[in-house]
């Protein structure tokens, strides 16, 4: 069978289908384009109106014999996927699917059968994205937040977290493979372990003891989570196999708002964890998340928002616009008009993007130390700083390979420079 996986979403999500695609092949089954594949895998997302639509979309476009719909679109929402034609509707991706879609290629199971898997959470190591270089490994699957927005709980279910020596092993296949980042990853990354008498920072302090040349990328993780575990995490963080990246979503400036989001923190518990990490690594660099619009936010509550970025000075905002996912509280409360969410959201973005360029322009005229990652366009590389900061490189240093840079130009998103040799 020649196959083909389509992934919206988040790198959990991504992390899932590359399960998928390397237990698939394992089976003896061969990746191929959209117009070759007997199989479409398409891995669903749910976490936005906007998002849900543009898949939706996509499946219509895709909808036929060939198609499998899959992931959190299909277990949160499946009202929202009846109307697709398609072989057959899964749940959550996993090993274990590898098996299923075989099956029904096989013409040995009733197409009409709806199957999820959400158990299993032992899982082969992911394919490595790009050339070869970046892998990712899931740690852990679910939620025990009570977001009253969010509808991943209903798609994910509760925390289960992998066994450390398991994870462990995911992480050494990968090296093994040659991947020179390896990305761990979860709905809350530092949520790992609190079901299993252990914790994120102890198992970084295990990945970081695994041999080879890899950098690890740690995934989104809330403030709530990331602060029970603060000193344990700052710890595993002076490893230097660990990147100096911190992804941690404040989701709103007001405690008002952020008890009305469900969120359990205040904005003073982000900027305490945050100012930890910025402490111990000053170089670190920082990602937040922002909700506009969110139902009873006033003009006060979003100048909160404003003024906790300004005080924060990230390197990158992702901002959401709030859209009612079905079943969840928020759904029940009023919903601004979406204008107001536009405008939030835009002066927001120019607010970080100017506080971007300007921590970038910092880099100018410098060396820095990266390891190359990927291919870029016209005769350049990409290449991650110690602090993850993206570099685009003139020339073409050999991937994997750990290079000198000097800094001569930036805007927001990355800077970019030549090779220093000799």
Known sequence: MKFYIETYGCTANMGNSQDLARALQEMGHVPTSLD?????????????????????????????????????????????????????????????????????????????????????????????????????????????????????????????????????????????????????????????????????????????????DFMLRVGMMNPNSALLIKDQLLRAYQSPKIYRFLHIPVQSGSDRILRSMGRRYTAADFLRVVSAFRSAHPQITIITDVIVGFPGETEGDFQETLDLVKRLQPDKVNITRFSARPGTPAARLYDMPDRFKKDRSREITRLWLEIAAQRNQRYEGKIMTA?????????????????????????????????????TGCNPFYVSGHLVTG
Do not use: W
């Open 371 to 407: 390891t190359v990652t990927e291919r870029g366009r016209n005769g350049t590389m990409k290449a991650r700083a110690e602090n993850y900061l993206g570099i685009v490189v003139k020339g073409r240093p050999k991937p994997g390979s750990i290079i000198q840079v000097r800094v």
């Open 36 to 212: 070759e594949a007997d199989a479409v895998i398409v891995n669903t997302c749910a976490v936005t109106e906007k998002t849900e639509r543009k898949v939706l979309r996509r499946l219509s476009l895709l909808q036929g014999e060939r198609l499998i719909v899959a992931g959190c679109l299909s277990v949160a929402i499946p009202k929202s996927i009846s109307h697709i034609n398609c072989r057959e509707r899964l749940g959550l991706l996993n090993q274990s699917s590898a098996a299923v879609i075989s099956e029904v290629f096989n013409e040995s199971r009733s197409h009409s059968q709806e199957v999820r898997f959400q158990d299993d959470l032992r899982h082969s190591p992911a394919l490595a994205t790009g050339d070869g270089l970046c892998g990712i490994v899931n740690v852990a699957e679910g939620c025990n937040g009570c977001c009253s927005y969010c509808i991943v709980a209903k798609a994910r279910g509760r925390l289960k977290s992998c066994k450390v020596e398991d994870v462990a092993l995911d992480v050494e296949n990968l090296v093994g493979l040659g991947v020179a980042e390896v990305q761990v990853t979860a709905q809350d990354t530092a949520a790992y372990g609190s079901d299993i008498g252990t914790n994120l920072g102890q198992l970084l302090e295990r990945l970081a003891a695994v041999p080879g």
